[in-house]
């Protein structure tokens, strides 16, 4: 997944192992103190086979001017990615709820 060039809409595109581009939106980047790196969970707003919107992350180095997106290798990290991404989940109910 290289030339992923990030746009100012929070949008991405990556090029699949079939050489067919692919936009991607960021959903949320995340910086671990306790591992030194960063994270991002983003989708390409596909649905699995429950309906709902299908989620990667990955580590990728912020500095970099077009990133390489890395696998996240740990059951500790993927567990951090889930606990944020539940959390916003849930903050995201309880904003549809207020309205």
């Known amino acids: 997944m290289e030339n992923n060039e990030v746009k100012q809409d929070n949008t991405f595109t990556i ?3 079939d ?3 692919i936009k991607c939106e960021i959903l949320f980047t995340y910086e ?7 994270y991002m969970a983003y989708t390409d707003n596909t649905l699995d086979e429950e309906g709902n919107t299908k989620v990667y992350a ?4 912020p500095k970099e001017e077009n990133p390489v997106l890395l696998p996240i290798e ?14 916003l989940s849930s903050d995201e109910n309880q904003t549809e709820k207020a309205e």
């Open 15 to 17: 090029v699949n192992d």
């Open 19 to 21: 050489g067919e581009e």
């Open 74 to 87: 740990t059951d500790e990290e993927w567990k951090l990615i889930e606990g944020i991404l539940s959390s």
């Open 32 to 38: 671990d103190e306790k591992t030194k790196k960063n």
């Open 58 to 61: 990955s580590i990728f180095n």
